[in-house]
């Protein structure tokens, strides 16, 4: 079992609507959670961490996080055709600060 | 700062050839790391330094791979041989806090 799990997508919304990404993760301990995107050809970017229970608001992004089900998911809001990209999961390690063991990542396509 | 800056953006290699990437994190940044993206298996940590020794190395995938941090201000990941499936995109990040990635180099072996 991969330590983090995305579905791979693509997931097409209309421009104006609330894109849902989802992101399942195998450690129970987990405690640091991240949300980065990642443009066609073009490096990943943090948009958004989470650390506790509930959601995170930023803008129009909302990451949600749910220990229990070992789940965190990202919504955008007023979804943009400028939000068509690559959203990756990001889960730190509870053994070591400083590794990081990414999800495969969802496209997102956002329809004018 | 002008981020962290890798080259080659591009390499095509035959296999058999030596390849080495290049990077140079952001200036005060302790903390650099070398990542490697492919479709089939996301994206992957291979190795990452503080203050310049290598800290964890346990990504490499074999002893094709090196990498080295002489200075704070460069690093390289050098594959000796190279084979076909190391076609991949790698990505050298650094971090103080928060991680930024490079832009990537796209290596490409036949």
């Known amino acids: 079992q991969k330590e983090v799990e995305q579905n791979s997508g693509p997931l097409s919304v209309p421009e104006g609507a609330i894109a849902s990404l989802n992101c399942t993760y195998s450690?129970?301990?987990?405690?640091?959670f991240f949300w980065y995107r990642q443009y066609s050809g073009k490096s990943p970017e943090l948009i958004m961490s989470?650390?506790?229970?509930g959601d995170k608001e930023d803008g129009r992004f909302t990451a949600q996080l749910n220990k229990a089900s070992q789940y965190v998911s990202l919504l955008i809001r007023d979804s943009q055709p400028s939000d068509s990209a690559t959203y990756l999961c990001?889960?730190?390690?509870?053994?070591?600060?400083?590794?990081?063991?990414f999800g495969s990542g969802t496209k997102l396509n956002v329809k004018p | 700062d002008a981020g962290v800056i890798q080259s080659p953006r591009h390499e095509v290699t035959e296999m058999g050839q030596e390849v080495t990437l290049r990077c140079k994190p952001i200036?005060?940044?302790?903390?650099l790391f070398w990542y490697r993206q492919t479709m089939m298996r996301g994206l992957e940590l291979l190795i990452y330094?503080?203050?310049?020794?290598?800290?964890?190395d346990s990504g490499m995938p074999e002893d094709r791979f090196s990498a080295k941090m002489p200075n704070a201000s460069f690093s390289t990941l050098k594959i000796q041989p190279s084979e076909p499936r190391d076609s991949a995109v790698y990505f050298c990040?650094?971090?103080?806090?928060?991680?930024?990635f490079g832009q990537g180099t796209r290596l490409t072996v036949v």
């Open positions: 990040a650094s971090s103080r806090g928060g991680t930024f």
């Open positions: 450690d129970r301990g987990s405690q640091s």
């Open positions: 989470i650390y506790s229970n």
């Open positions: 990001a889960v730190r390690s509870i053994y070591n600060f400083n590794k990081f063991y």
């Open positions: 200036s005060g940044h302790d903390y």
């Open positions: 330094f503080n203050n310049n020794v290598p800290i964890d």
